[in-house]
């Protein structure tokens, strides 16, 4: 079992920038994969980045692709988000998650995977 509290959001105006935090506690952290995951209203959750367990392998969805950076310091059992010039389409519920690292995959972007998820925290973007 692994807890997840998320940190980092509120209101921000297009092209500013933000930064999100993933603490973790109850596991192993360096043996999880993590996963940043967004949900507007009326849409579903989307990965926006993923990251394996040693942070050497990332995934970004193309939109944010050159704008927001997710890395993660298992020294301090935390993931991050950071996210610059953001858009009022980055608006939605953020949402850490963890899944232990199994096999050879090295990071997971599809939601069902995940066990284990953060509270959520709201991240809006005005124009």
């Known amino acids: 079992q692994v807890q997840l509290v998320e940190s980092g959001g509120g209101l921000v105006q297009a092209g500013g920038s933000l930064r999100l935090s993933c603490a973790a506690s109850?596991?192993?952290?360096?043996?999880?994969?993590m996963g940043w995951f967004r949900q507007a209203p009326g849409k579903d959750r989307e990965c926006v980045a993923a990251?394996?367990?040693?942070?050497?392998?990332?995934y970004y969805v193309d939109s944010v692709k050159g704008r927001f950076t997710i890395s993660r310091d298992n020294a301090k059992n935390t993931m991050y988000l950071q996210m610059n010039s953001m858009q009022p389409e980055d608006t939605a519920g953020y949402y850490c998650a963890a899944r232990a690292a199994a096999g050879n995959i090295n990071y997971y972007t599809t939601p069902s995977l995940y066990p284990y998820w953060g509270q959520g925290t709201q991240v809006t973007v005005s124009s």
């Open positions: 990251i394996s367990s040693s942070g050497g392998r990332t």
């Open positions: 109850g596991g192993t952290f360096s043996r999880y994969a």
